[in-house]
């Protein structure tokens, strides 16, 4: 254990499990029959994951019953998404019993959104030098890949890199905040800049980088229309970066030894 150089698992708990329900809800059980083989499902998969990444230390992020920062200052923020089945919210607990069964631990947070602690975990070790794998199909995690994290859609079979980066937003890693800032996220009812939409967001952060020299150039007397329209909406494409950007400064209350894999005896 101590000759290896630490990597730390991150499994984004409901993005998985809402993912295997699904699968189980679209065959002929009744939903007791689903919540049986989706936990049974949970437990092959977890044990897959465990033997492909063979991390030292490994968690599972769950989603509380969080009043996000992020809906203070947006009240329409995530509005419209389908909420999770009924028989789904009531297994949780049996459901986090089976990360447990496969030596994971699990936290859930009453005051965060799990996305916020995937990052604060994924960029805390990345500063250390160390490694970070985040099981997720969540595109918005692309914005803190670097070297040292690595995003895998388990259910794509794909990873989500830099060059995943590249081929569909035409940017890098680092101006994905800035390019949602302008187009928005429709899936958290983001909205970004009127008339801005993925390929102008891309033709303006090619050109200029990112939203501070965007928002300096709307000054000039000659700006072009897209600039004009960032402009007029300046305030919704900065509330927009607010709300997209992830924290990674939260306190988390635990340090790695807690979580190593396999789990240590005390």
Avoid at 37 to 61: D, G, M, Q, W, Y
Avoid at 73 to 82: D, F, I, L, S
Avoid at 235 to 244: I, M, Y
Wanted: aromatic share 6%; with cysteine.
């Amino acid at each position: 254990m101590s000759n290896l150089r630490p990597h730390l698992l991150i499994i984004d708990a409901l993005n998985l499990i809402r993912r295997l329900h699904a699968v189980q809800a679209q065959q002929a059980l009744t939903p007791a029959q689903a919540l049986v083989a989706t936990r049974a499902n949970l437990v092959n998969t977890c044990r897959k994951l465990l033997a492909a990444s063979e991390p030292t230390h490994v968690i599972a992020v769950f989603d509380g019953e969080v009043h996000s920062w992020r809906k203070e200052v947006y009240p329409a923020y995530k509005e419209g998404r389908t909420p999770m089945p009924a028989e789904l919210r009531e297994g949780l607990g049996e459901l986090q019993d089976a990360f447990w069964e496969c030596g994971v631990d699990a936290l859930l947070s009453e005051t965060d959104e799990a996305d916020d602690l995937v990052a604060t975990l994924a960029c805390g070790i990345a500063r250390r030098g160390h490694q970070a794998t985040i099981i997720s199909t969540d595109k918005g995690f692309c914005q803190i890949i670097c070297p040292q994290i690595r995003i895998r859609d388990y259910f794509n079979k794909r990873w989500l890199d830099a060059a995943f980066v590249q081929q569909h937003y035409g940017v890098a890693p680092a101006q994905l905040v800035d390019f949602w800032a302008l187009t928005g996220v429709s899936g958290s009812n983001i909205k970004g800049v009127p008339g801005i939409g993925p390929k102008t967001a891309t033709q303006l952060l090619q050109q200029y980088g990112d939203l501070a020299t965007l928002l300096t150039a709307c000054q000039q007397e000659e700006a072009p229309k897209a600039l004009r329209k960032l402009q007029q909406h300046q305030e919704e494409a900065l509330l927009a970066q607010r709300l997209v950007r992830l924290q990674q400064d939260i306190p988390l209350g635990f340090n790695l030894r807690d979580i190593r894999y396999p789990p240590q005896p005390e």
